[in-house]
């Protein structure tokens, strides 16, 4: 897993109007907790966690803290990141301690590769219905993506939980869910014209009958008048 190394300062402007001097400022408000320890109240520039979150693995980063100037005073996770719903802008970063010999639950985005024939060939809908799966693992055994071979899924067949296998981490997800399935397109026939046509001329066919029978029955019925008389 990816380390990066990240400075911060100590907040002690708190409450409301100290997160709004915090943002006014260009710092994201922040909390450090876990291991035992005290909640430290942080200020992360905007610019350095920006930077911090475009890297290829993304929240999937362990972030050596350095607080007020210090080398290094804790390491650290994303736990949380809390954003503005209409702009998308973060307003609150939650920071778990972690211990190099204490395994952590994580959340790791799935890759995947391959490319499945039925897919291709247009027999199949490919579904990747779990974007992430949650693991338990070590810190320095995170890794950035878990992949996932889609090469031979065929119609109908799908990669279930159970069937992914990554050495040195538990996955914590139900192992009976799929997450990735080819599922068999749908297909939906229109009525032609011509079937239509069709149906129109059945019902002509039978008015006609209906009406040479109808005739029929008035030839025999003046036959009988004329015999009578």
């Known amino acids: 897993m990816a380390t990066i190394k990240l400075a ?17 400022l260009g710092d994201v408000p922040a909390v450090l907790y876990g291991e035992e320890q005290e909640n430290v109240p942080i200020a992360i520039s905007f610019n350095d966690l920006r930077m911090t979150l475009s890297t290829p693995a993304g929240r ?3 972030i050596e803290l350095g607080v007020d100037g210090e080398e290094m005073t804790a390491s650290a996770v994303i ?4 954003r503005d719903p209409l702009t998308r802008e973060i307003l609150h970063v939650d920071l778990q301690r972690i211990s190099e010999n204490k395994a952590i639950v994580m959340h790791v985005p799935v890759s995947l590769v391959g490319e499945s024939l039925a ?5 199949g809908i490919l579904d990747h219905t779990m974007r992430q799966l949650e693991v338990r693992c070590l810190p320095r055994d995170i890794p950035e993506s878990i992949e996932v071979d889609i090469s031979s899924l065929e119609v109908r067949h799908a990669i279930h939980v159970n069937e992914i296998v990554v050495d040195k981490l538990e ?3 139900h192992p009976e869910r799929p997450v990735v ?13 011509e079937g ?19 005739e029929e029955a008035a030839e025999g019925a003046a036959e009988t008048s004329e015999e009578k008389s």
């Open 119 to 123: 897919v291709k060939e247009g027999r």
């Open 60 to 62: 999937n980063v362990i």
């Open 171 to 173: 996955i914590l997800d």
């Open 79 to 82: 736990r949380d990141l809390t």
């Open 196 to 214: 239509e046509e069709g149906v129109e001329g059945e019902e002509v066919e039978e008015g006609a009958e209906a009406t040479a029978a109808g």
């Open 181 to 193: 399935e080819v599922l068999q397109p749908t297909l939906f026939v229109e009525p032609t014209a």
């Open 8 to 24: 911060v300062r100590r907040r002690t402007d708190t409450g409301k109007q100290g997160t709004k001097r915090t943002r006014a």
